[in-house]
């Protein structure tokens, strides 16, 4: 890739089917892709999903989320990064009332205070990469 100095991946295999890496590193900025509710081999929390495909709840949504910002401040750590770093996250998630009603404790939760230093942009959507997922978020961090 032209002009990344650093790129970091967790290994799983949708990386590898769709052909991406979790983060690049360029100049003093690192993109992480969209971090999702897994632990480096299978999905954490999923939700339940009816013959189609389609979640039927979403009470799973804020412990996906911590999930997210868990894996979020790991790939951080591996470029001397945090999540005190981050300037812009993008929360997609297919229930916005879900979201709504746990986001803002998580969110608060993982940055430490009550107040997020960040610009956040929530988007709802009908389907995230696996019918079990309820959320997904990117991040963008200065260092």
Not at 11 to 26: D, I
Not at 51 to 60: D, I, K, L, V, Y
Not at 96 to 112: F, Q
Request: with cysteine; aromatic share 6%; proline share 6%.
């Amino acid at each position: 890739m032209s002009g990344a100095e650093r790129v970091e991946s967790w290994g799983v295999p949708w990386e590898t089917a769709h052909g991406y890496v979790q983060a690049v590193r360029h100049g003093d900025t690192v993109y992480l892709s969209g971090q999702v509710s897994h632990d480096g081999e299978t999905l954490v929390a999923p939700a339940p999903c009816d013959a189609s495909g389609r979640a039927t709840e979403t009470s799973n949504t804020a412990a996906q989320l911590r999930q997210v910002y868990a894996n979020a401040a790991e790939l951080l750590a591996r470029f001397g990064a945090s999540l005190d770093d981050v300037v812009e996250e993008v929360i997609y998630a297919i229930d916005l009332d879900a979201i709504h009603a746990s986001g803002g404790p998580v969110r608060k939760a993982a940055y430490g205070r009550p107040d997020p230093q960040v610009a956040s942009t929530v988007i709802g959507t009908p389907r995230l990469a696996f019918p079990e997922l309820l959320v997904e978020a990117r991040f963008v961090a200065r260092v």
